[in-house]
């Protein structure tokens, strides 16, 4: 029966990031820089709130867009923290920023529409496209140093264009779109009509005050779609609690698909989610930036190339100077130096490598290690 299935969801493979680090984890001793999650544990308090919610019997269906109460506290939170203004009735509670994409991803697309993207970019967006039958069109950013070009933007806009999705700060990169970038994206949205999404998952892991948002803009409100989660500033990746932000017409639209996907979202840990917003999750960040500042300087000292991250947790090194496939470079870099990076092809670039920095500082530094070591045998080889 395998050939009457969604032909779409035949080509699906599986990520290239879970083959790898199930890879890495089988080797022993291995550095794991594959992993795209913090590598703290939840806080007590949230995990407390859970546990105290189950005892309480919050174990029955939420309302479907999300408990009230949280959809408040969420308002709210973005108001004090963001100064986003959002009334209660445009969040809508998701499975983590995965389903907020898949929902915001199906209620807007039609067949055939095409949704730009800048290159390299999250590995889940294609999918999610392709099953809505629309084109992912991907606009690449490695020549433009990981910004948005206006002009190449604008030259792959066509009347089958129905949005523009970034991702500030990126994963892969980590880097975040300058000023130029995110208004040649609301300039071109506004001219062609466009919706625009804005993944922000990493917006409070940032390490710089120059970070802009786009939905600081107030006349881009009805066409900006804002997906979230706490998976990554909380360390709450197995909870899967995220949101979408929306203009109210098109959260109720949202809303409506998520119930019919999902339901809703578990209700006790709903209930953690509000304590986590009360959390003061600000040491995580600060403990990726002194660690940034480490793993980007101990790049410079190999001699390779890389935009300076300035959020996330991600280092996007170029390797072209190896004349090796991404994928080449890391099975080797995993294999015999025992140290697990993700070939950045899986993301668009194949002159890169992913290097995930939420490990501990001793793992940081000792994969660090292995990977110059690697590079040195490389150039001593090619010197021979
Ligand atoms: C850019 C980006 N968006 C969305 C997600 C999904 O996050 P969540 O755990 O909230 O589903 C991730 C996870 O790695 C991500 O990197």
Request: proline share 4%.
């Amino acid at each position: 029966m395998l050939n009457r299935i969604n032909p779409q969801v035949r080509t699906f493979k599986q990520s290239g990031i879970r083959k790898f680090a199930n890879e890495a984890k089988s080797i022993l001793g291995v550095i794991n820089f594959t992993i795209g999650e913090p590598e703290f544990n939840t806080d007590e308090r949230i995990k407390e709130a859970a546990i105290l919610a189950l005892r309480n019997n919050e174990t029955h269906y939420p309302p479907n867009p999300g408990l009230e109460e949280l959809r408040r506290a969420v308002a709210l939170f973005e108001r004090d923290h963001n100064k986003l203004d959002y009334v209660w009735e445009e969040v809508i509670i998701t499975n983590g920023a995965t389903e907020a994409l898949a929902a915001s991803l199906m209620t807007i697309l039609d067949a055939g529409d095409e949704v730009i993207i800048p290159s390299p970019m999250y590995v889940s967006y294609g999918p999610m496209i392709e099953v809505c039958k629309a084109k992912l069109i991907p606009l690449n950013t490695t020549n433009y140093n990981l910004q948005i070009d206006p002009a190449a933007l604008e030259k792959l806009i066509t009347l089958k264009t129905k949005a523009i999705l970034i991702t500030s700060p990126n994963n892969p990169t980590g880097t975040i779109l300058d000023r130029r970038s995110l208004a040649a994206v609301s300039a071109l949205a506004k001219k062609y009509d466009l919706f625009i999404i804005s993944d922000d998952v990493y917006s409070q892991l940032v390490f710089t005050k120059d970070y802009e948002m786009l939905c600081h803009d107030e006349s881009l409100r009805d066409r900006l779609i804002v997906t979230q989660s706490l998976s990554k500033p909380y360390a709450m990746t197995g909870w899967r609690v995220g949101y979408v932000l929306a203009d109210l017409p098109i959260a109720r639209a949202i809303a409506l698909m998520h119930a019919y996907l999902v339901a809703g979202i578990t209700t006790f840990n709903q209930i953690a989610a509000l304590e986590a917003l009360k959390t003061d999750s600000t040491w995580m960040c600060d403990s990726y930036h002194k660690r940034r500042d480490l793993a980007y300087e101990a790049l410079m000292e190999m001699g390779l190339t890389c935009v300076k991250p300035e959020g996330a947790f991600y280092l996007f090194p170029e390797i072209r100077e190896f004349k090796m496939s991404s994928e080449d470079f890391c099975i080797k870099a995993m294999r015999e130096y025992k140290v697990a990076m993700v070939p950045g092809i899986y993301f668009g670039a194949d002159h890169n490598v992913r290097i995930s920095y939420a490990v501990s500082d001793e793992d940081l530094t000792e994969g660090l290690r292995r990977l110059k070591q690697m590079i040195l045998d490389l150039r001593k080889h090619d010197s021979i």
